[in-house]
Protein backbone atom coordinates (compact mmCIF):
# COMPACT_ATOMS: atom_id res chain seq x y z
CA UNK A 1 0.00 0.00 0.00
CA UNK A 2 1.34 3.63 -0.81
CA UNK A 3 2.01 6.29 1.77
CA UNK A 4 -1.19 7.94 3.14
CA UNK A 5 -2.19 10.97 1.06
CA UNK A 6 -4.94 12.70 3.01
CA UNK A 7 -7.54 12.82 0.63
CA UNK A 8 -8.19 16.41 0.22
CA UNK A 9 -4.63 16.67 -0.61
CA UNK A 10 -4.75 13.67 -3.17
CA UNK A 11 -7.78 15.54 -4.77
CA UNK A 12 -6.14 18.08 -5.08
CA UNK A 13 -3.10 16.40 -6.67
CA UNK A 14 -5.50 14.28 -9.01
CA UNK A 15 -7.39 17.41 -10.30
CA UNK A 16 -4.34 19.61 -11.32
CA UNK A 17 -1.89 16.80 -12.55
CA UNK A 18 -4.33 14.38 -14.11
CA UNK A 19 -8.04 15.59 -14.78
CA UNK A 20 -7.78 19.51 -15.40
CA UNK A 21 -5.14 18.66 -18.56
CA UNK A 22 -7.13 16.34 -19.67
CA UNK A 23 -10.25 18.77 -19.96
CA UNK A 24 -8.18 21.42 -20.84
CA UNK A 25 -7.13 19.26 -24.13
CA UNK A 26 -10.38 17.77 -24.86
CA UNK A 27 -13.01 20.51 -24.03
CA UNK A 28 -10.92 24.12 -23.87
CA UNK A 29 -13.59 26.37 -23.72
CA UNK A 30 -15.48 24.38 -20.89
CA UNK A 31 -16.91 26.20 -17.69
CA UNK A 32 -17.19 24.29 -14.64
CA UNK A 33 -16.26 23.53 -10.56
CA UNK A 34 -14.09 21.00 -9.48
CA UNK A 35 -14.10 20.11 -6.04
CA UNK A 36 -14.52 17.59 -3.13
CA UNK A 37 -17.33 17.93 -0.85
CA UNK A 38 -20.48 16.16 0.70
CA UNK A 39 -19.92 12.57 2.08
CA UNK A 40 -16.42 11.26 3.04
CA UNK A 41 -14.59 11.47 6.11
CA UNK A 42 -11.68 13.23 4.04
CA UNK A 43 -14.51 15.96 3.44
CA UNK A 44 -13.57 16.78 7.31
CA UNK A 45 -9.91 16.30 7.46
CA UNK A 46 -10.72 13.26 9.62
CA UNK A 47 -9.51 10.53 7.37
CA UNK A 48 -6.83 8.36 8.37
CA UNK A 49 -5.09 5.22 6.76
CA UNK A 50 -8.50 2.88 7.56
CA UNK A 51 -10.55 5.20 5.64
CA UNK A 52 -8.80 3.96 2.61
CA UNK A 53 -11.15 0.53 2.57
CA UNK A 54 -13.88 2.17 0.85
CA UNK A 55 -15.18 5.17 -1.20
CA UNK A 56 -11.62 6.88 -1.31
CA UNK A 57 -8.62 7.45 -3.75
CA UNK A 58 -8.27 9.54 -6.72
CA UNK A 59 -11.58 11.00 -7.10
CA UNK A 60 -13.00 14.64 -7.92
CA UNK A 61 -16.66 16.43 -8.48
CA UNK A 62 -17.24 18.51 -11.85
CA UNK A 63 -19.91 20.31 -11.62
CA UNK A 64 -21.14 21.66 -15.14
CA UNK A 65 -23.73 24.08 -16.16
CA UNK A 66 -27.15 22.27 -17.26
CA UNK A 67 -26.99 22.59 -20.95
CA UNK A 68 -23.15 21.32 -20.85
CA UNK A 69 -24.22 18.71 -18.70
CA UNK A 70 -26.62 17.15 -21.36
CA UNK A 71 -24.15 18.16 -24.17
CA UNK A 72 -21.16 17.06 -22.94
CA UNK A 73 -21.67 14.47 -20.10
CA UNK A 74 -20.80 11.20 -21.97
CA UNK A 75 -17.68 12.70 -23.79
CA UNK A 76 -15.83 14.00 -20.73
CA UNK A 77 -16.76 10.81 -18.89
CA UNK A 78 -15.11 8.90 -21.83
CA UNK A 79 -12.01 11.04 -21.86
CA UNK A 80 -11.54 10.47 -18.12
CA UNK A 81 -11.84 6.94 -18.88
CA UNK A 82 -9.58 6.61 -21.73
CA UNK A 83 -7.00 9.56 -20.71
CA UNK A 84 -6.51 8.92 -16.66
CA UNK A 85 -3.75 6.90 -15.74
CA UNK A 86 -4.39 3.39 -14.25
CA UNK A 87 -2.48 4.76 -10.97
CA UNK A 88 -1.86 7.98 -10.10
CA UNK A 89 0.52 8.58 -6.89
CA UNK A 90 0.34 4.89 -6.22
CA UNK A 91 -3.23 4.10 -6.17
CA UNK A 92 -5.11 2.90 -8.05
CA UNK A 93 -7.66 5.46 -10.14
CA UNK A 94 -10.12 2.25 -11.09
CA UNK A 95 -13.05 1.64 -8.84
CA UNK A 96 -14.75 -1.25 -8.26
CA UNK A 97 -18.76 -1.06 -9.07
CA UNK A 98 -20.89 -0.07 -6.50
CA UNK A 99 -21.90 -2.58 -3.94
CA UNK A 100 -25.57 -3.12 -3.75
CA UNK A 101 -25.47 -5.16 -0.46
CA UNK A 102 -22.91 -2.76 1.34
CA UNK A 103 -24.73 0.89 0.46
CA UNK A 104 -23.38 0.82 -2.62
CA UNK A 105 -19.81 1.69 -1.42
CA UNK A 106 -17.08 1.44 -3.91
CA UNK A 107 -12.98 0.18 -3.20
CA UNK A 108 -10.16 0.62 -5.19
CA UNK A 109 -9.64 -1.70 -7.82
CA UNK A 110 -5.97 -2.79 -9.92
CA UNK A 111 -6.10 -2.52 -13.31
CA UNK A 112 -3.43 -2.61 -15.54
CA UNK A 113 -4.07 -0.45 -18.57
CA UNK A 114 -7.22 2.09 -19.04
CA UNK A 115 -10.07 2.59 -19.54
CA UNK A 116 -10.89 2.77 -15.48
CA UNK A 117 -13.90 3.21 -13.85
CA UNK A 118 -13.17 6.18 -12.31
CA UNK A 119 -14.78 8.31 -9.31
CA UNK A 120 -15.25 11.57 -11.04
CA UNK A 121 -18.60 12.25 -10.41
CA UNK A 122 -20.43 14.58 -13.37
CA UNK A 123 -22.65 17.14 -11.95
CA UNK A 124 -24.93 20.22 -11.81
CA UNK A 125 -25.17 22.33 -8.84
CA UNK A 126 -28.64 22.20 -8.54
CA UNK A 127 -29.24 18.71 -9.11
CA UNK A 128 -26.46 17.69 -6.39
CA UNK A 129 -28.13 20.28 -3.70
CA UNK A 130 -31.76 18.57 -4.41
CA UNK A 131 -30.02 15.07 -3.79
CA UNK A 132 -27.49 16.23 -1.00
CA UNK A 133 -30.16 18.27 0.64
CA UNK A 134 -33.50 17.72 -0.69
CA UNK A 135 -33.16 22.03 -1.52
CA UNK A 136 -33.55 23.69 -4.44
CA UNK A 137 -31.03 26.28 -4.80
CA UNK A 138 -32.59 28.59 -6.85
CA UNK A 139 -35.19 29.11 -3.90
CA UNK A 140 -34.42 30.81 -0.71
CA UNK A 141 -33.24 29.51 2.41
CA UNK A 142 -36.38 29.73 5.12
CA UNK A 143 -36.05 29.21 8.83
CA UNK A 144 -38.12 25.63 8.58
CA UNK A 145 -34.91 24.67 5.71
CA UNK A 146 -32.29 25.89 8.45
CA UNK A 147 -34.24 23.69 11.02
CA UNK A 148 -33.84 20.64 8.73
CA UNK A 149 -30.76 20.73 7.02
CA UNK A 150 -28.86 18.64 9.31
CA UNK A 151 -25.79 19.67 10.60
CA UNK A 152 -23.35 16.92 9.39
CA UNK A 153 -24.99 17.75 6.03
CA UNK A 154 -24.18 21.47 6.48
CA UNK A 155 -20.52 21.05 7.71
CA UNK A 156 -19.91 18.50 4.75
CA UNK A 157 -21.08 21.07 2.08
CA UNK A 158 -19.22 24.00 3.47
CA UNK A 159 -16.07 21.48 4.23
CA UNK A 160 -14.03 19.78 2.17
CA UNK A 161 -12.26 22.18 -0.69
CA UNK A 162 -12.77 23.63 -4.25
CA UNK A 163 -9.58 23.81 -6.56
CA UNK A 164 -11.68 25.74 -9.73
CA UNK A 165 -14.65 27.49 -9.94
CA UNK A 166 -15.80 28.43 -12.99
CA UNK A 167 -19.72 28.35 -12.08
CA UNK A 168 -20.06 29.66 -8.81
CA UNK A 169 -19.72 26.69 -6.70
CA UNK A 170 -18.51 29.03 -3.81
CA UNK A 171 -21.49 31.44 -4.11
CA UNK A 172 -23.23 28.93 -3.00
CA UNK A 173 -21.73 27.36 -0.47
CA UNK A 174 -21.37 30.71 0.98
CA UNK A 175 -25.47 30.74 1.33
CA UNK A 176 -24.79 27.59 3.49
CA UNK A 177 -21.86 29.48 5.73
CA UNK A 178 -23.80 29.36 8.77
CA UNK A 179 -27.03 29.92 10.54
CA UNK A 180 -28.76 33.36 9.87
CA UNK A 181 -28.01 35.20 13.43
CA UNK A 182 -32.05 34.46 15.01
CA UNK A 183 -31.80 31.00 14.06
CA UNK A 184 -28.36 30.35 15.39
CA UNK A 185 -30.51 32.29 18.69
CA UNK A 186 -33.07 29.78 18.25
CA UNK A 187 -31.59 26.76 18.17
CA UNK A 188 -28.92 28.47 21.42
CA UNK A 189 -32.06 28.33 23.74
CA UNK A 190 -33.51 25.52 22.28
CA UNK A 191 -29.90 23.90 23.92
CA UNK A 192 -30.37 25.62 26.86
CA UNK A 193 -33.70 24.23 27.36
CA UNK A 194 -32.16 20.78 26.62
CA UNK A 195 -30.00 21.12 29.69
CA UNK A 196 -32.39 22.69 31.85
CA UNK A 197 -34.75 19.95 31.19
CA UNK A 198 -33.01 17.36 32.60
CA UNK A 199 -29.92 19.11 34.34
CA UNK A 200 -31.79 18.07 37.69
CA UNK A 201 -33.23 14.69 37.05
CA UNK A 202 -29.82 13.09 36.79
CA UNK A 203 -29.64 13.30 40.73
CA UNK A 204 -32.77 12.78 41.22
CA UNK A 205 -32.31 8.92 39.77
CA UNK A 206 -29.30 8.33 41.49
CA UNK A 207 -31.11 9.31 44.71
CA UNK A 208 -33.26 7.00 44.53
CA UNK A 209 -30.71 3.76 43.54
CA UNK A 210 -30.90 3.90 39.72
CA UNK A 211 -27.34 4.84 38.68
CA UNK A 212 -27.72 3.41 35.57
CA UNK A 213 -30.55 5.89 34.62
CA UNK A 214 -28.39 8.45 36.25
CA UNK A 215 -25.71 7.40 33.96
CA UNK A 216 -27.24 7.28 30.90
CA UNK A 217 -29.54 11.02 31.64
CA UNK A 218 -25.47 12.10 32.51
CA UNK A 219 -24.28 11.15 28.88
CA UNK A 220 -27.33 13.24 27.28
CA UNK A 221 -26.48 16.22 29.19
CA UNK A 222 -22.34 15.75 27.93
CA UNK A 223 -23.96 15.97 25.03
CA UNK A 224 -25.93 18.74 25.02
CA UNK A 225 -23.28 20.66 26.62
CA UNK A 226 -20.85 20.20 23.64
CA UNK A 227 -23.60 20.54 21.52
CA UNK A 228 -23.84 23.87 22.90
CA UNK A 229 -20.34 24.51 21.98
CA UNK A 230 -20.26 24.10 18.70
CA UNK A 231 -23.04 26.45 18.52
CA UNK A 232 -21.52 28.91 20.75
CA UNK A 233 -18.60 28.91 18.29
CA UNK A 234 -20.37 29.24 15.37
CA UNK A 235 -19.64 25.45 13.82
CA UNK A 236 -21.37 22.83 12.42
CA UNK A 237 -21.66 19.48 14.06
CA UNK A 238 -20.34 16.81 12.78
CA UNK A 239 -22.36 13.16 12.43
CA UNK A 240 -21.71 10.93 15.92
CA UNK A 241 -17.80 9.20 14.39
CA UNK A 242 -16.03 12.45 14.16
CA UNK A 243 -18.11 14.38 17.12
CA UNK A 244 -15.72 14.09 19.78
CA UNK A 245 -12.73 14.58 17.15
CA UNK A 246 -14.18 17.79 15.99
CA UNK A 247 -15.22 18.62 19.69
CA UNK A 248 -11.76 18.84 20.86
CA UNK A 249 -10.74 21.34 17.86
CA UNK A 250 -13.20 23.72 19.40
CA UNK A 251 -11.90 26.62 21.53
CA UNK A 252 -13.88 25.05 24.91
CA UNK A 253 -13.03 21.44 24.02
CA UNK A 254 -9.78 21.90 25.40
CA UNK A 255 -11.12 22.61 28.90
CA UNK A 256 -14.25 20.83 28.60
CA UNK A 257 -13.48 17.35 27.39
CA UNK A 258 -11.48 16.37 30.42
CA UNK A 259 -14.40 16.61 32.79
CA UNK A 260 -16.69 15.75 30.60
CA UNK A 261 -14.88 12.19 30.40
CA UNK A 262 -14.84 11.95 33.70
CA UNK A 263 -18.61 12.73 33.85
CA UNK A 264 -18.75 9.94 31.78
CA UNK A 265 -16.41 7.27 33.68
CA UNK A 266 -18.42 8.25 36.91
CA UNK A 267 -19.86 5.43 39.23
CA UNK A 268 -22.32 7.86 41.61
CA UNK A 269 -24.86 10.32 40.53
CA UNK A 270 -22.61 12.79 43.52
CA UNK A 271 -19.50 12.24 41.13
CA UNK A 272 -21.08 12.55 37.98
CA UNK A 273 -22.62 15.85 39.13
CA UNK A 274 -18.79 17.27 40.50
CA UNK A 275 -17.64 17.47 36.82
CA UNK A 276 -20.72 18.59 34.99
CA UNK A 277 -20.76 21.38 37.51
CA UNK A 278 -18.05 23.16 36.24
CA UNK A 279 -19.11 22.22 32.84
CA UNK A 280 -22.31 24.22 33.42
CA UNK A 281 -20.53 26.72 34.81
CA UNK A 282 -17.74 27.24 32.06
CA UNK A 283 -20.70 27.21 29.09
CA UNK A 284 -22.19 29.75 30.84
CA UNK A 285 -18.96 32.03 31.24
CA UNK A 286 -18.57 31.46 27.40
CA UNK A 287 -22.65 32.46 26.99
CA UNK A 288 -21.60 35.82 28.81
CA UNK A 289 -18.52 36.61 27.15
CA UNK A 290 -20.72 36.35 23.83
CA UNK A 291 -22.60 39.50 24.82
CA UNK A 292 -26.18 38.20 23.23
CA UNK A 293 -27.94 38.73 26.24
CA UNK A 294 -27.34 40.48 29.96
CA UNK A 295 -25.03 38.78 31.90
CA UNK A 296 -26.45 35.49 33.83
CA UNK A 297 -25.53 33.59 37.00
CA UNK A 298 -22.64 31.80 35.74
CA UNK A 299 -22.44 30.04 39.16
CA UNK A 300 -23.96 26.58 40.26
CA UNK A 301 -26.90 26.23 42.46
CA UNK A 302 -29.47 23.61 44.51
CA UNK A 303 -32.36 23.25 42.67
CA UNK A 304 -35.29 24.46 44.62
CA UNK A 305 -33.69 23.30 48.15
CA UNK A 306 -33.23 19.70 46.33
CA UNK A 307 -29.68 18.57 46.80
CA UNK A 308 -28.98 18.81 42.98
CA UNK A 309 -26.71 21.41 41.64
CA UNK A 310 -27.87 23.12 38.76
CA UNK A 311 -27.17 25.94 36.36
CA UNK A 312 -31.23 26.93 35.90
CA UNK A 313 -30.70 26.46 31.68
CA UNK A 314 -34.32 27.52 31.31
CA UNK A 315 -33.33 31.21 32.35
CA UNK A 316 -30.86 31.57 29.40
CA UNK A 317 -32.95 29.75 27.01
CA UNK A 318 -35.53 32.80 28.18
CA UNK A 319 -33.01 35.42 27.91
CA UNK A 320 -32.13 33.97 24.01
CA UNK A 321 -35.42 33.76 23.34
CA UNK A 322 -36.34 37.72 24.02
CA UNK A 323 -33.30 39.03 21.98
CA UNK A 324 -34.80 37.13 18.56
CA UNK A 325 -36.25 39.41 16.30
CA UNK A 326 -37.09 37.73 13.17
CA UNK A 327 -41.16 37.38 13.32
CA UNK A 328 -41.14 33.88 11.86
CA UNK A 329 -38.00 32.29 14.11
CA UNK A 330 -40.06 34.58 17.49
CA UNK A 331 -43.27 32.67 16.60
CA UNK A 332 -41.21 28.93 16.79
CA UNK A 333 -39.12 30.19 20.13
CA UNK A 334 -42.37 31.26 21.70
CA UNK A 335 -43.83 28.29 21.63
CA UNK A 336 -42.13 24.76 22.34
CA UNK A 337 -38.39 24.97 22.06
CA UNK A 338 -37.85 21.49 19.98
CA UNK A 339 -34.80 23.06 17.90
CA UNK A 340 -33.26 21.76 14.88
CA UNK A 341 -33.78 17.90 13.92
CA UNK A 342 -30.37 17.20 15.29
CA UNK A 343 -31.42 18.42 18.67
CA UNK A 344 -34.30 16.26 18.74
CA UNK A 345 -33.30 13.17 16.73
CA UNK A 346 -29.92 11.53 16.48
CA UNK A 347 -31.77 8.64 14.04
CA UNK A 348 -29.31 8.44 11.31
CA UNK A 349 -31.91 7.99 8.48
CA UNK A 350 -33.80 11.13 9.09
CA UNK A 351 -30.54 13.14 9.87
CA UNK A 352 -29.06 11.64 6.65
CA UNK A 353 -31.91 11.27 4.00
CA UNK A 354 -33.30 14.26 2.65
CA UNK A 355 -36.38 13.01 1.53
CA UNK A 356 -37.64 13.59 5.47
CA UNK A 357 -36.60 17.07 4.81
CA UNK A 358 -40.95 17.26 3.51
CA UNK A 359 -41.90 16.10 6.24
CA UNK A 360 -39.62 17.31 8.78
CA UNK A 361 -41.08 20.80 7.95
CA UNK A 362 -43.93 20.49 8.81
CA UNK A 363 -43.13 20.38 12.39
CA UNK A 364 -42.08 24.33 11.95
CA UNK A 365 -44.68 25.63 9.46
Known amino acids: MPDFIP??????????????PILDRTFPDLQYSAALIGTGSEILGFDTEMSRDHDWGPRLMLFLREDDLAQHRQAIDE?????????????????????????????LQEIEASPV???????TLRGYFLDYLGFDIETPIEPA???TFSEQKLRTIVGGAVYHDGIGLEAV???????????????????????????????????????????????????????LGFLMEKQYAPYPKWFGTAFLKLQCGGDLSPVLRKTLLAETWQEREKYLVPAYEHIAGVH???GITESLPAK???????????????????????????PVVSQLAAGNRIGSIDQISDHTDILANPEWRKTLRQLYE
Open 7 to 20: GLRLGQLFYYEAVQ
Open 79 to 107: ALRNGLPPRFHGYSTNFSPPDPDDNNVQA
Open 117 to 123: NHHVEIL
Open 145 to 147: DWL
Open 173 to 227: RDRFSYYPDDVWLYLLASGWDRIGEEEHLMGRAGLVGDEIGSALIGARLVRHVMR
Open 288 to 290: NRL
Open 300 to 326: ARNFFGRPFQVIDGGAFAEAIRARIMD
